[in-house]
C-alpha cells in the first residue's frame, strides 16, 4: 500500500499490480494534476505515464489505525479492439 497526504487528506494509491513500491510510482510521475472542475481531493496528485488518472476511488477506513482516507485511482489504459 503506497500513502501519502496533502490538501489536508490523507491519501491511499490503487496502482496497477505491477507497481509494488513508492519508487516505481516516483520514476513514472510526469505532471501533477491541476485541474479546477475536478475535486479537491485530486488536486496536486501526480499524473503517471502510461496510466489513466488519478481517479477518485471513494474513501476508506484503514483497519490498521481507524483513519479515513482518500482512495485515489489509477488503471491500465484498455486497448479497443473491433
Do not use: A, C, H, W
Not at 503517471?48 to 488518472?53: P, S
Amino acid at each position: 500500500m503506497i500513502m501519502g497526504s496533502g490538501n489536508g487528506f490523507k491519501f491511499v494509491y490503487d496502482l496497477p499490480e505491477n507497481i509494488k513500491n513508492v519508487e516505481q510510482m516516483n520514476s513514472l510521475i510526469y505532471d501533477y494534476n491541476y485541474n479546477e472542475s475536478q475535486r479537491d481531493e485530486l488536486q496536486g496528485q501526480p499524473k503517471l505515464l502510461g496510466l489513466n488518472g488519478p481517479m477518485y476511488n471513494g474513501t476508506r477506513t484503514l483497519k490498521s489505525t481507524g483513519e479515513e482516507v482518500v482512495v485515489i485511482r489509477y488503471e491500465l489504459p484498455e486497448k479497443f479492439t473491433e
